[in-house]
C-alpha cells in the first residue's frame, strides 16, 4: 500500500489494490490510532526505513497491533519506507507479508533507500514547478505567497472555495505561514504549506499554500492502554488476563499454563466473558474492541 500520513490529518489511501473496503473505511473511520506508522508521522517523523520494532513498538505491543489490525487483513508482519512529501506531508510505502520478514529484506530496502529518496525528491521538485501556473491549476486549491505574505498568484480553484465557503476567508487572510505546516481551519478544511526555495525563483523565499478538504486526525492510541481498559466496566480481573492473552494469541491451553489453570477452566470463563460481551466468537471479540475506537473524539 501507499499511504499520505500529516501530523494534523486523518491518512489518506493513495495505493490500495486488493485491500478490503470494508476493512479499508474501518481505518478510515478510526482504528488508524493504533497504526505505529500514524503515531511515528504524528510526533515529526523522517525519512527512512523503519520496522514495527525501530518505530519503537515493545514486543507486546508488536503482538497485539499484528493480531488486531494485521491479522484482519490475512498479514503478519509489514515494514515501511517514509519520504518526504510537499506540504508537510509524508509518503509511506508500505509492505506486508503473511510471515515475517527476514532481516536481509530489510536491510536490502535500507540499501537502496538513498536511491529512491532522491528520486523522490528530485520527482516533488518536478513535480512543484509543474504545478505551478500550470493548465491543471484549475484542479487544485492553492496559492502562492512571497516572503512578506503577498500573494503572488492562486488557481481558480482556491478563489472558487473561498466564494462557497464564506467563513474561510477571514481565516485564510489572518493565515502566516510557516515551513512545513498544517493547519486545520474551519472544519472540513485543512492549508498544507512548503517553502519555496529555489522551486519558484519569482517568489523566493515564499510559500505554496494548498488548501484541501480534511479532518483533523484523532490522537495516537497505545494498544497497551487499549486493551487495558476493555471491557473493564463488566469483565472480572480473572476474565480480563484471558482477554489479553487472546489478544496476543495464545490458544486455551497456553493461557492455561500462563495462568495455572486447568483448560476447562479457561474455557468456562470464555463462555461467561462472551455472554457478558454478547458475542459467539473470538473474531467478534476482537471487532468488539475495535469498534469504541472508531469515529471517537
Known sequence: ???????????????????????QQLYLDGLYRLD??????????????FT???????????ARYSRHFLS??????????????PASCMIAVIFERSTPFVPAKVKCAQEIFPLLLGMQEAHERMQIKLMIGSENSDQIAYRI??????????????????????????????????AQQVLPIVPGFVI???????????????????????SAGMAPLSPLDAVES??????????????????LGYPNIKIAERLHLSVNTVKNHR??????LDITTERELILKFMLPYVSQP
Open 1 to 23: 500500500m501507499v499511504m499520505r500520513y500529516s501530523n494534523a490529518t486523518v491518512p489518506i489511501y493513495v495505493v490500495h489494490d486488493t485491500f478490503d473496503e470494508g476493512l
Open 36 to 49: 505505529p506508522v500514524y503515531k511515528f508521522c504524528k510526533v515529526g517523523a523522517r525519512p527512512g526505513v
Open 52 to 62: 514495527l520494532d525501530s518505530l519503537g513498538m515493545s514486543a507486546e505491543e508488536k
Open 72 to 85: 484482519l487483513i490475512g498479514m503478519a508482519d509489514d515494514f515501511v519506507l517514509l519520504f518526504p512529501a
Open 145 to 178: 505567497v512571497d516572503s512578506r505574505n503577498r500573494v503572488m498568484f492562486e488557481s481558480a480553484m482556491w478563489a472558487q472555495i473561498l466564494a462557497k465557503e464564506p467563513a474561510l476567508q477571514s481565516q485564510v487572510d489572518r493565515f502566516r505561514p510557516q
Open 192 to 214: 498544507r504549506t512548503q517553502r519555496l526555495e529555489h522551486e519558484y525563483p519569482a517568489a523566493p523565499g515564499g510559500y505554496l499554500l494548498i488548501l484541501e478538504q480534511g
Open 230 to 247: 476493555f471491557g473493564s466496566t463488566v469483565l472480572t480481573r480473572r476474565e480480563h488476563d484471558i482477554v489479553r492473552l487472546i489478544f
Open 271 to 276: 463462555k461467561r466473558m462472551y455472554l457478558k
